[in-house]
Every structure is written in C-alpha cells, then in structure tokens.
C-alpha cells in the first residue's frame, strides 16, 4: 500500500530571506509574492502525489491473513478441491456466517486477487478451521497458479465478503414448499455451501437442484448427490455436450426448467441461482413470468 508523508512548508529560499530581514517593506512584498509563485507548483505536485496516493489506497484497503494449503486436488476436468487451513484466524473463520460468502485470495508475488466463493458450509469453519473452494483452472489466471500450488504452500486471504443467499425471504420453509435452484460450472460452490448448511429442504415439498456443465467428466460433487438426494434436494444433471450414453437432461439448466416447470403455487416458490449471467438472465425471466416475486430470486452477487 503506497503511503505518503506531506508537508506544507514551502522550500526555503535563502536569498529572499536575508533581504527579508533587512530590506523594506516593498521588498518584503516581493518576497511574499515570490514565495507564493514557488509555494503553487509544489502545492499542486503535493496534491497529484497524495491524489495517487489515496486511489491506492482505495484500490486495497482489505486485511490479508496468510494462511497455508491442507489439499490442492481434481474435482472434475479442469476443477480443483481446494482446502485452507484458517484454524490460526478464529475471527477470520468465524466472519463465515451465511451460504453465499465469498473471500479473494491472492498467491505469492502475484498482486492480482482472485475472488473465490466458500464451498464448504460456515459450519466446517468453525469445526474444524478451514476453508474450502471449487476453484476453476483457468489459464493465465490467478486461479490457475493457485491450482499448481501443494499442501504447506502459504496463500494470503481477505476478510469473508458478501451478504450470502438471504434465505429470510424464502422462509418459513412450511410457507415456501417449493425451491429451484439453479448453478453452472463452478457456480455449485456455494450452493454446495447451501445445502450442506441446511435451509429446511426436508421440510419442503419440492426442491430441486439444476446442475450444469458440458459433460460429466467437468461435473464436481457427484459423490455427494445422493446425501444432498437424503436431505430433501432432488439433483438434476444436465449436460450440454453429453456423449451417447447419456439418458438424462440435455441442453442447458433453463431449458431443462421450461420443460419441467411444475411449479404449482408461485406465491410459495423461491428460487436460488449461481453461475453464467445468461443462465441467470433466462432463469429469471422464466420465473417472474410465472408469477415468481424477484424478492424470492436469490443471488449472492
């Protein structure tokens, strides 16, 4: 972070000065005058410096906590499982409070963070002190060195961002039977997060989870569908480039939903999206079409 030391003192000069103790009152206006003409270019060359300062210091003004890597490994075809050790920051993990949080994390001489949403459920946090990512291998990016790093490589975080998924408004869950959730790609992070922290899905009629990706190989989690299947949420994969023996859902997320739909009751139906802003844009229009209140439509963006 850049900082700056000013003073406003101008430069002395020393030849006006000793006319100044000596000379007449005209020559003591002359040096006024000249000290005024020296004192604005320094006065604006201070204000430039502290304005360039001060940008910097908007531009990071977040705490980093450094903290190492427990696991760096595959979760799908250009997916990693990252997990990091926060045991050491008991406030940094206990700032974890709601599904839908997301932190940056910046790796070793490189000073461009990369945004990363919480996997794991607040409760892994305050357990067991740690945090885990789905994180996507994308090339040339911070998210790509992060996944070529190894167990005891040290990271810096930021402080836990975001409001989360504000699941006030889609509770009572006995008021609202029904919730479509909707995530792409990497988007099942945090609703990975979600479902595993619990939002009363066992005490709804109808969730259901449509889960996107090209094929199964770029599919994380598929160890735990049948879990979240026990906990009330009904997994739907769909793939937009399935090979032959694919049976399933086909095409993209919101296609598979206009197809299904079913919804009965749209004053009891909430909705949850993560993922591609097309996909998020279509689902939306989807709903609010159907008599689905956006207030009911949550992000955690």
Not at 243 to 254: H, L, N, S
Not at 269 to 281: D, F, I, R, S
Request: glycine content about 6%.
């Amino acid at each position: 972070m850049s900082t700056l030391s000013l003073s406003l003192s101008p430069f002395p000069n020393p030849t006006l000065s000793h006319l100044s103790s000596h000379a007449p009152s005209r020559i003591q206006s002359l040096h006024s005058s000249s000290s005024m003409t020296l004192l604005r270019p320094l006065q604006n060359h201070l204000r430039r410096r502290f304005s360039v300062s001060a940008a910097a210091v908007r531009q990071d003004t977040n705490l980093w906590t450094a903290a190492p890597l427990v696991t760096v490994s595959p979760a799908a075809e250009s997916l990693f499982h990252v997990t990091i050790d926060v045991s050491d920051y008991p406030d940094l993990a206990s700032s974890h409070t709601k599904a839908g949080q997301y932190l940056q994390l910046r790796v070793p001489d490189v000073e461009k963070p990369s945004f990363l949403a919480i996997a794991s459920p607040p409760s892994l946090a305050a357990a067991k002190g740690v945090f885990e990512f789905l994180v996507k291998s994308i090339s040339g990016s911070t998210a790509e060195l992060l996944c070529g790093l190894q167990k005891g490589d040290v990271v810096e975080l930021s402080q836990v961002m975001g409001k989360g998924f504000d699941l006030d408004q889609i509770s009572p869950a006995e008021k609202y039977q029904t919730v479509v959730i909707f995530a792409t790609g990497s988007g099942i992070s945090p609703i990975r997060s979600l479902i595993e922290a619990g939002f009363g899905a066992d005490k709804r009629s109808d969730v259901r989870l449509y889960y996107g990706a090209r094929n199964l190989k770029r599919m994380a989690y598929q160890d735990r569908f049948e879990n979240w299947a026990s906990s009330g949420v009904k997994v739907v994969p769909v793939l937009s480039q399935p090979d032959d023996a694919w049976t399933g859902e086909q095409g993209y997320v919101q296609a598979a939903f206009a197809r299904a739909k079913n919804i009965f009751s749209p004053q009891s139906t909430g909705a949850v999206l993560c993922g591609q802003k097309q996909m998020a844009e279509e689902v939306t229009s989807l709903l609010v079409a159907d008599g689905v209140s956006t207030e009911k439509i949550l992000k955690n963006f």
